[in-house]
Nanobody, 124 residues
């Protein structure tokens, strides 16, 4: 059983920054590619960023490229999402997800484990 716990969400003004963290309770974190997804009210859950098992490859949604950065620390079993230049349209519940594979994926259904989510609200 893999447990993912997100933290770091909150209320921020447009143009501000937040850093999300996701701690994984798993024996070998490096066996898992990780992703961040988000879901706004009335919308489907969407891919935000992904990172492979050794952080040699990352991917981003077009809407966050150049503003968000995903990273991981396998020694701490943690994945991060640094969010800069936040916009009101970034407001959503952000979810951390893991898949037992070396490569990340863009699709919700390809992830095996999910966190409970953390709310990010950007005020304009």
């Amino acid at each position: 059983q893999v447990r993912l716990v997100e933290s770091g969400g909150g209320l921020v003004q447009a143009g501000g920054s937040l850093r999300l963290s996701c701690a994984a309770s798993v024996l070998t974190f490096s066996n898992y590619a990780m992703g961040w997804f988000r879901q706004a009210p009335g919308k489907e859950r969407e891919f935000v960023a992904g990172i492979n098992w050794i952080a040699s490859s990352t991917g981003y949604a077009d809407s966050v490229k150049g503003r968000f950065t995903i990273s991981r620390d396998n020694a701490k079993n943690t994945v991060y999402l640094q969010m800069n230049s936040l916009k009101s349209e970034d407001t959503a519940v952000y979810y951390c997800a893991g898949r037992l594979d070396r490569s990340y994926n863009y699709y919700v259904g390809q992830y095996d484990y999910w966190g409970q989510g953390t709310q990010v609200t950007v005020s304009s």
